[in-house]
């Protein structure tokens, strides 16, 4: 299940909510309970090509030497 990155349009607050598929309502402010919240962009949610599915976001670079 995805957990999203919201902030409150209202006083700043950022926070992060258990959406459930198919749910559509945007979450309450947790602080002032404002229904004005924006999602953001978190980092877990974009994966650069290369790197594979996983691997917490590391790839080791390639060695450039070669052995003798």
């Given amino acids: 299940m995805p957990i999203f990155e919201f902030q409150c349009r209202a006083c700043n607050a950022q926070f992060e909510k258990l959406l459930l598929p198919g749910e559509r309502r945007a979450p309450q402010?947790?602080?002032c309970?404002?229904?004005?919240?924006r999602k953001?962009?978190?980092?877990?949610?974009?994966r650069p090509h290369g790197i594979p599915r996983g691997s917490?976001?590391?790839k080791p670079p390639a060695c450039s030497r070669k052995s003798s």
């Avoid at 309970?33 to 919240?37: A, D, G, L, M, Q």
């Avoid at 953001?40 to 974009?46: D, R």
């Fill in 29 to 31: 402010c947790p602080h």
């Fill in 33 to 37: 309970h404002s229904s004005r919240v």
């Fill in 40 to 46: 953001l962009m978190s980092a877990g949610s974009v």
């Fill in 56 to 58: 917490g976001g590391f």
